[in-house]
């Protein structure tokens, strides 16, 4: 009997929590608990997977929230860490134009290979969208990420520099000051 909508949904779950979800399933299948393989799969709705300003990345306020560098990002980081599928797509339920969106699936048979697929991937996964909120200021996101990479020695995000002057942005984007042009020589 197929299992479909609301009862097939994946439950939010963190990083750590996603990632022993996906090995605990995967080694009942290899227990032969679970007796066919399972497909994990993620659309959008997530901290990565969605850039769109008017839901997921309506919390990023260092001008970003408008690019679609995340969901690009999300989708090709996932396709070489062992998704099975990826996939890029427009929408997400606010609307065609108003988001981009990077899914992915990850077919899960109880073997060695998909257990080490699933915790390279769905770490990228997660960190990925956690990276881009503590790039844009987000204190939490940044001590988030500086723990991960701690317990994930394979991790490394460049992270960003603390601006002490904040009035060095406004200096610099009102342009070099009027300088007097040399009279003599010409």
């Known amino acids: ?108 048979d109880g073997s060695a290979d998909a257990e080490e697929r699933a915790k390279m991937m769905l770490g990228w996964d997660v960190s990925n969208g956690v990276t881009r909120r503590c790039w844009s200021g987000s204190d939490k996101a940044y001590e988030t990420i500086c723990r991960t990479m701690s317990e994930n020695r394979g991790l490394r995000v460049t992270l960003p520099h603390r601006v002490e002057d904040e009035g060095i942005l406004n200096r610099a984007l009102q342009g070099p000051r009027e300088c007097p042009l040399p009279t003599e020589g010409l």
């Open 1 to 108: 009997k197929l299992v479909v909508g609301s009862q097939a949904r994946i439950l939010y779950s963190d990083q750590r929590g996603r990632t022993a979800i996906a090995v605990a399933i995967n080694q009942a299948i290899a227990a032969g608990r679970i007796k066919a393989p399972v497909v994990i799969s993620r659309d959008h709705h997530d901290v990565s997977g969605t850039d769109s300003p008017f839901r997921e990345t309506s919390n990023i306020y260092d001008g970003s929230a408008f690019c679609a560098d995340m969901a690009v990002q999300n989708f090709v980081g996932d396709s070489f860490r062992g998704a099975t599928w990826v996939a890029l797509h427009n929408g997400g339920g606010v609307g065609w134009g108003e988001a981009i969106n990077g899914g992915f699936g990850l077919m899960l």
